[in-house]
């Protein structure tokens, strides 16, 4: 997993936590929007990290060339 990738999960996490507490201590519903967005940012590491992978199974492999 690489930097980036590691950087958006954890920004997932921050962002979904903040939506509940604002949610909790202020009993505003507009921290929903938190939530979604940490949903989003989740989907999009998700669709990052199985493009990674992808890339770095079609790369080709090191070695001599016969």
């Not at 590691?6 to 929903?32: C, E, H, M, S």
């Not at 979604?36 to 080709?60: D, F």
């Amino acid at each position: 997993m690489s930097a980036p990738l590691k950087a958006a999960w954890g920004l997932t996490a921050f962002v979904i936590v903040a939506g509940i507490v604002g949610w909790i201590v202020t009993d505003r519903a507009v921290f929903a929007v938190f939530l979604v967005l940490g949903v989003l940012t989740a989907i999009g590491a998700v669709v990052t990290g199985r493009a990674e992978r992808a890339a770095r199974s079609a790369a080709p492999k090191e070695g001599p060339t016969p």
